[in-house]
Structures are given as C-alpha cells and as structure tokens.
C-alpha cells in the first residue's frame, strides 16, 4: 500500500510514521511547509522536499538577510503554491491513502486537491484544532468542508472525537491513540522518589500557553518550599526569559532555562522528567498533551491545565495529579504547587500509578501494532 503522509516536520510525526517502519508499506511524506533539510529521523521514508522554491538563485540567502523587502518580492513570483506541489505529488505516486496530521497547517493546505479526487483521507486530530479552531482562525465552512471530505477520522482523546461529531463529522473513527504513536519508556531514567528534586515546567507562552502564570504562580509559593529544588523550564518562549530578567524574586530562584528555539533530544528531556518532582504545563487549549503523557510515564507529579475537560481523562484531581482549572489563575496554580511539595505521600502514590497507567495504556511496543492495522483496513 502507498501511503502519502502530509504533516509539518515534527517529532510527535516522526514518531507515529516510524511504527510503519518494516510493515510493508511504500511511506511518502509532503512536508507541508517543506522547512528544513530531509530529516535523518525517518530516512526509511520518501521524503518530498525542496518543492517550495521555483529556483534557488545565487545569493539568495544573502538577499533574504539584507535585503529583506526585496527578497519577498522576489518571492512572490519564486515560490510554488502547496496545492500545484501537493497536486504533483498525487500524480506521481498515486497513493492508496492520504494521512494528514493537523487540520489548519496540513489538512486545509491540501483540502482544494483532495476536494477533486476520491482517494481515501485520514484525519489525525492534534493539539487545538478541534477544541480551539474558531481562535486559530478557522472558518466554520472550513471545518464543515473538511470534515465532509475526510473519510477517517484519529483523535488523541476522546473530547475531540465528541467534538468533532458535534460540528458535523459523520465518517468511520478509527480510534483514540497517542499522536506520537505511544511512548518508548526506559525505566533506567526513572529516579526513585528520593531522588527527584527538578521541579519542570513547560514554557510555551504564546497565547495559547500560559506558561507566565506558571512563573507568577512560582512567586506565591513559600520560599522555604522551594529551597532544595531547582527549576527547569524547557521549550520557553522568549517572553519567558523575559519575564524572569525583570523579576527579582525569580531570579533567587535557580532556575535553568531552555528556549524553545533551541532542539532538545527527547531522550534528554525525558531523562529531565526522570528525576523532576513535578512537572508543570498551563495552556488555554490543547489535545492530549505529549509530554504530560511523557511526564507521567517518567513519575514526575503533573500539575496540568485542563482546557474543555481533556486532561481529566487521564488525570483524576487529588488521586495521580493536580487539574488546573483556571490557566489564568496564578493563586490557584500556586496552591497547587504547594499542596504538592508538602504532600510526600501523594506525590509518591501517584509516581508508582502513573509509571504503572502509561505503561498499560501508552506503551509503544504495544500500540504498534494496532496502529499499523489502521492502514491495512481501509478499503
């Protein structure tokens, strides 16, 4: 079977198309916003690129970088559109099926091509494009359109299955699976509750992440408690960094940033999450969260937002972790960042269920297979 993957480059991607490896398929993949050079993560896959440019003229780089006005117009004749190169692609490979991940930067980029053939469209749901699509910027005829047009659908929880019917999807759901594929866990990183003295936050803070309130949150919290730990925030967003200049209390604390422009080995960042107490992330929308999946399955206690009831569904508040329900609240978050701390008891309850929940439920050897008869059903 040829399938044609469309998805912007993306490790949670590359995750969940690496299951297919040696399971008999020819895999394509259109990079959707064809950034960056072929990525060495799946060199098993066809990999389109290099679409974009109609010619990639001498000097171009240092154009773009000194004569940023003139490059753009330049570009505007130099650039092919998505829809000529995603058409192209079709011609050329004739796939069996088309498996588009996100809805706003993959789905409705190809939807005009699809629109005129009846290849068979998987749709993978990911972070806000079902929960959040109305602040994202998409049309309700958009999303009506696409729906219409995708034949299966994939969530990462059940909220968005839920939601998606409510706002018109009528076609087959193959199911709720991780958009990562699930999680490879090596117990080796896992450090025993004595030894955990990280407390991790997420540093998303673009509008959607609120990771700000996290750092507002942190100032409320007795000094006392905080003493012994040290603070790591990683993928923080430049106003994170910031915000921590210009904020005396913040910066007593010691705390280690990561900018989110700067690539982290996931193996690093889950070795962090092996020996962090607590993990934090706060946001106004999002899917299943990857790396609350991932925190859990390392022990980290979570303390997580809770954006149209998602979170719950993995989360039971007081019992394995913490439900923020007002992301903009920094009183709340801080309270919860204290009952942790002083909470020993509970913080090491829920280390043994959650390693023990992901483990179960997320387990990547496990999903393997499940995933890959996804494709061999569709007809």
């Keep these: 079977m040829k399938l044609l993957m469309v998805a912007i480059p993306n490790h949670h991607f590359f995750q969940w198309v690496n299951q297919l490896e040696n399971a008999g398929h020819d895999v394509y993949w259109f990079d959707v916003t064809d950034g960056g050079p072929k990525s060495s993560k799946i060199e098993w896959v066809t990999q389109i690129k290099g679409w ?30 998505v829809s000529n190169a995603f058409q192209k692609a079709i011609d050329t490979i004739q796939p069996d099926v088309v498996h588009c991940f996100e809805m706003q930067l993959s789905g409705l980029p190809i939807l005009p091509i ?24 998409v049309l309700k005829d958009q999303l009506t359109c696409f729906y219409k047009r995708a034949n299966y659908l994939i969530t990462d929880c059940k909220r968005d299955y839920n939601l998606a019917t409510k706002n018109g999807y009528a076609n087959q759901f193959l199911g709720v699976f991780p958009g990562n594929g699930g999680l490879t866990i090596d117990d080796s990183k896992i450090k025993s509750f004595d030894n955990r003295y ?8 673009d509008g959607v992440g609120k990771a700000s309130k996290v750092l507002e949150a942190l100032q409320l919290v007795p000094k006392e408690l905080l003493l012994h730990k040290h603070i790591v925030i990683y993928s923080a967003d430049d106003t994170i960094q910031e915000q921590i200049k210009q904020s005396k209390a913040l910066l007593t604390l010691g705390i280690t940033v990561y900018s989110r422009y700067s690539f982290i080995q996931n193996e690093a960042l889950l070795a962090v999450m092996g020996q962090s107490c607590i993990h934090i992330a706060n946001s106004l929308s999002d899917g299943m969260p990857n ?23 993995v989360i039971t508040h007081t019992e394995n972790g913490f439900l923020i329900t007002n992301p903009l609240d920094e009183t709340e978050i801080a309270t919860h960042i204290k009952n942790a701390l002083n909470n020993n008891a509970l913080r090491q309850q829920a280390q043994d269920f959650n390693t023990d929940f992901i483990k179960m439920h997320y387990n990547r050897a496990t999903l393997q297979l499940p995933i890959q008869n996804l494709y061999t059903a569709i007809k």
């Excluded at 998987?122 to 929960?131: A, C, L, M, Q």
């Excluded at 999946?293 to 998602?310: C, K, T, W």
């Design 52 to 81: 974009k440019l109609k010619w990639d003229f001498p000097f171009r780089s240092t154009i773009k970088k000194k004569s940023p006005k003139l490059y753009k117009s330049i570009q505007k004749i130099n650039t092919n559109s």
């Design 114 to 137: 699809m629109a005129q053939n009846s290849i068979p469209l998987i749709y993978s749901s990911w972070g806000s494009d079902v929960y959040y699509f109305k602040q994202l910027g």
């Design 291 to 313: 790396a609350l999946l991932e925190a859990m399955s390392m022990g980290a206690f979570p303390i997580q937002s809770n954006p149209g009831q998602v979170t719950e569904e």
């Design 198 to 205: 990280l407390i991790l936050i997420k540093g998303y803070d």
